[in-house]
């Protein structure tokens, strides 16, 4: 048996968010060979035969909760620019000029920065959009988080990925890193790709027995130019395209009107809700509890550094709450569980990951974070029938108080370090990585 991947947590507020409100406390979760073994109260995990003979780790004063899943992200190094313009202005005079400017090294750096800021802050699984993916694949293969890679398609534009690229990167990038490393498709905007490139990219995914990504219905405007051209809203233009289904998963879906809520529940496609995106750059408030009422897995995501401009899920969540509570004037909205769930198990249904991850269950993969309760931002914590560690982790605590993080048993995250990668040197080469990209933007030549 390999210990490093075998232990028991003990003596923690345990949260298996395996789709009940139910909660351990104090409980243990036993982790042999990388998979859960036990989880409950602290007497029958310690019960367990194989309790006795694997380390001990004592977690009193932290909760025990699933791997985080940041269900929509870009890999970017804009943070902080182009702030305070409408979502078009800032799509065609800032980010496709970086898009335009960017390098596999530069897109790289970019991943390897974005994974492990995501690491640390508890999240052990990503869908991230991006370009130049192997070398995304090369840094989460060594950081040692999960990512499902959607590159950035489009054929109406020169400077994107294109389908055969996206094939290239299923062709060696399907699975791999065993299993934890996935290729998908992704395509861009609606207006970035024509209607042959969505039914190809349809086409791709059902050869490659693969997923689809993609954004739809951000702003207003998306929605109502959607109209003007295509006489469909951009949900049934999809549905008319062929992309909808299990394995496809629409970004911020905020405009939905109720048909295209039922098209979602009825292809059994995912919504990735983006709180921060939509706020920040005014895209408005999703549904969110309507769409979940009607059956539809909504995961939760950061969107990119670009437009958020933390990839803290933790702070994703308190957002998620907040918003659905001011959009809705109901204050039963956005309850803490239900945020919680969209952060974990959803993220992982809305992957086809729920079989092996997104909560603590026996016989899934060790995917586990723990946060530090021990601080003044977390008193009090109660126990029993004032339990209120659900309402701590949304609304009091942020990624920096994630302590511990282990994908598939293996530590990656020790007392708020990252220890399965040199994180200065992981910083030093993306601040490298942005000069050159704003270098090389400002140089570009006007599109003719
Ligand atoms: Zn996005």
């Known amino acids: ?5 075998s232990f028991v947590l003990r003596n923690g507020a345990v949260l298996p968010l395996e789709g009940h409100k139910r909660s351990h406390d104090p409980g243990s979760v036993l982790v042999l060979d990388g998979k859960i073994a036990a989880v409950g109260g602290l007497e029958e995990v310690d019960a367990h035969p194989a309790t006795g003979s694997v380390p001990v780790i004592d977690l009193t004063g932290h909760v025990v909760i699933p791997g985080l899943v940041n269900c929509h992200l870009h890999s970017g190094l804009l943070r902080g620019t182009a702030e305070s313009l409408a979502l078009w202005d800032w799509l065609n005079t800032h980010v496709d000029p970086a898009h335009r400017a960017m390098t596999p090294a530069i897109a790289e750096a970019a991943s390897w920065m974005a994974y492990t800021e995501g690491l640390r802050g508890g999240t052990t699984s990503v869908l991230d959009m991006w370009r130049f993916m192997e070398g995304s ?5 060594r950081i040692g988080i999960r990512a499902t890679l959607a590159p950035y398609t489009a054929d109406k534009f020169s400077y994107f990925e294109t389908l055969e690229t996206n094939r290239r990167l299923l062709e060696t990038h399907r699975i791999a890193a065993d299993g934890r490393v996935r290729a998908w498709v ?3 905007h609606l207006f970035y790709c024509s209607d042959q490139m969505f039914r ?3 086409k791709l995914a059902e050869e490659f027995d693969t997923g689809i990504h993609t954004h739809s ?3 207003i405007w998306e929605v109502e130019e959607c109209l003007r051209q295509f006489r469909r809203r951009p949900i049934e233009e999809f549905h008319n395209r062929g992309i909808l289904g299990e394995r496809t998963v629409v970004a911020h879906g905020v405009w939905l009107d109720d048909r295209e809520v039922k098209i979602l529940a009825e292809t059994r496609t995912s919504v990735t809700h983006c709180p921060c995106s939509n706020m920040k750059l005014s ?6 509890g309507y769409y979940r009422d009607q059956g539809v897995c909504v995961a939760l995501g950061s969107d990119g550094e670009k437009e958020n401009n933390s990839l803290d899920m933790l702070e994703e969540m308190k957002f998620a709450s907040l918003l659905q509570k001011v959009s809705t004037l109901d204050p039963t909205s956005g309850d803490p569980w239900d945020v919680l769930d969209m952060a974990t ?8 990951l729920d079989d092996v991850s997104g909560s603590l269950e026996v016989g899934k993969d060790a995917d586990i974070v723990t946060v530090d309760l021990r601080q003044l931002h977390f008193i009090p914590r109660l126990s029993g029938e004032d339990f209120n560690v659900p309402a701590h982790l949304v609304f009091s605590a942020s990624a920096s108080d994630v302590a511990d993080v282990w994908v598939k048993g293996r530590q990656l995250v020790e007392a708020g370090e990252v220890i399965s990668v040199d994180v200065a040197d992981i910083a030093a080469n993306a601040q490298a990585a942005a000069e050159e990209l704003f270098e090389r933007r400002r140089s570009l030549s006007p599109i003719s």
């Open 137 to 141: 694949a090369r840094a989460a293969e």
């Open 186 to 188: 992704g395509l861009e």
């Open 200 to 202: 190809d990219a349809a």
């Open 1 to 5: 048996m390999a210990t490093d991947t």
């Open 217 to 219: 219905s951000e702003t």
């Open 283 to 288: 895209s408005g408030p999703a549904r969110i």
């Open 345 to 352: 198990l959803s993220g992982a249904r809305a992957l086809g």
